[in-house]
């Protein structure tokens, strides 16, 4: 997947159909938001995209069939150096999409994980103009990265085009994905219990977030305003097929309890990243789960 450098070093081209996504809302709401406060998405090999989406969001022209994103980097990938990335969004003419709904107010979300999910980064590119957004951003090791785009064109609906990158650079041991035996975790002096109504797939299933002070075990009831929200949960299956972005059923909660919704797409293995705000710092805490048929 490496090219030379200087001009493009990778490109892909990623397919999502619109008539796949239609659904009844608004469109202030279309940008992450699933019938639950989500989105959810099946993620593909971006040569043959394809999504599945459960979300409240406008109804998308089905006329208007294909998108297509393209990622470019200007010069080899390498570990620990800074590398600049761009994303062009077309459609299936090859013509930019010029309009974007402003989604937890970004145009894009763009989601980087390794290939054994043990590095997650949630950053937002630039938007150029022309169906062009851009970005420099680094990787820690070599190995395998998923890029992953988070977007919603003007009038459409929520949409999330991928690939895979090779990054050059001294590679580490890949870890397997295990599910957590302990939905507990201490991040940055916060002590974070994570419970769920259900592991079934295909049932709705409420995420509960319970954030206290690690020292005292007394809930952090100030959460602050992250992207317009009391937090944010990106969730990947284990083979970063599976992804959804969800949004808390209360975005204005103060903590320490901040509750999603969603529905697992299929059983197995799946990481979930937790991202909040307090005292003008963002924390990501991350879980893994087994879900059942």
């Given at each position: 997947?490496?090219?030379?450098?200087?001009?493009?070093?990778?490109?892909?081209?990623?397919?999502?159909?619109?008539?796949?996504?239609?659904?009844?809302?608004?469109p202030?709401?279309?940008?992450?938001?699933?019938?639950?406060?989500?989105?959810?998405?099946?993620?593909?090999?971006?040569?043959?995209?394809?999504?599945?989406?459960?979300?409240?969001?406008?109804?998308?022209?089905?006329?208007?069939?294909?998108?297509?994103?393209?990622?470019?980097?200007?010069?080899?990938?390498?570990?620990?150096?800074?590398?600049h990335?761009?994303?062009?969004?077309?459609?299936?003419?090859?013509?930019?999409?010029?309009?974007?709904?402003?989604?937890?107010?970004?145009?894009?979300?763009?989601?980087?994980?390794?290939?054994?999910?043990?590095?997650?980064?949630?950053?937002?590119?630039?938007?150029?103009?022309?169906g062009?957004?851009?970005?420099?951003?680094?990787?820690?090791?070599?190995?395998?990265?998923?890029?992953?785009?988070?977007?919603?064109?003007?009038?459409?609906?929520?949409?999330?085009?991928?690939?895979?990158?090779?990054?050059?650079?001294?590679?580490?041991?890949?870890?397997?994905?295990?599910?957590?035996?302990?939905?507990?975790?201490?991040v940055?002096?916060?002590?974070?219990?994570?419970?769920?109504?259900?592991?079934?797939?295909?049932?709705?299933?409420?995420?509960?977030?319970?954030?206290?002070?690690?020292?005292?075990?007394?809930?952090?009831?100030?959460?602050?305003?992250?992207?317009?929200?009391?937090?944010?949960?990106?969730?990947?299956?284990?083979?970063?097929?599976?992804?959804?972005?969800?949004?808390?059923?209360?975005?204005?909660?103060?903590?320490?309890?901040?509750?999603?919704?969603?529905?697992?797409?299929?059983?197995?293995?799946?990481?979930i990243?937790?991202?909040?705000?307090?005292?003008?710092e963002?924390?990501?805490?991350?879980?893994?789960?087994?879900v059942?048929?």
């Amino acid at each position: 997947m490496m090219m030379r450098s200087k001009k493009i070093m990778l490109m892909l081209t990623g397919v999502l159909a619109f008539d796949v996504l239609s659904a009844c809302g608004t469109p202030k709401e279309s940008a992450h938001t699933d019938g639950h406060g989500g989105m959810n998405h099946t993620e593909k090999n971006s040569e043959t995209e394809g999504a599945s989406h459960d979300h409240a969001g406008p109804h998308a022209d089905s006329t208007a069939s294909i998108l297509k994103a393209s990622f470019s980097f200007a010069s080899d990938v390498k570990a620990n150096e800074n590398s600049h990335l761009t994303i062009q969004i077309t459609d299936a003419d090859g013509n930019p999409v010029n309009e974007f709904e402003m989604g937890h107010e970004k145009r894009m979300h763009l989601i980087v994980v390794s290939k054994d999910l043990s590095y997650f980064n949630h950053i937002h590119p630039d938007y150029k103009g022309d169906g062009k957004f851009a970005i420099e951003t680094s990787f820690p090791v070599g190995g395998e990265y998923k890029i992953l785009a988070d977007f919603v064109p003007k009038g459409g609906a929520s949409t999330a085009l991928s690939e895979w990158v090779n990054v050059g650079g001294q590679e580490k041991a890949q870890k397997p994905v295990h599910a957590d035996s302990n939905l507990v975790k201490e991040v940055d002096g916060k002590k974070i219990e994570l419970s769920l109504s259900t592991k079934k797939a295909n049932n709705d299933v409420n995420l509960t977030f319970n954030i206290m002070d690690a020292s005292t075990n007394e809930g952090i009831n100030n959460l602050e305003q992250y992207l317009g929200a009391v937090g944010h949960v990106v969730i990947l299956s284990e083979d970063a097929e599976q992804y959804l972005h969800v949004h808390p059923t209360e975005e204005k909660a103060p903590g320490p309890k901040a509750e999603f919704m969603t529905s697992f797409p299929h059983s197995g293995i799946y990481k979930i990243w937790g991202q909040f705000q307090h005292d003008g710092e963002v924390f990501t805490v991350p879980f893994v789960v087994d879900v059942s048929e």
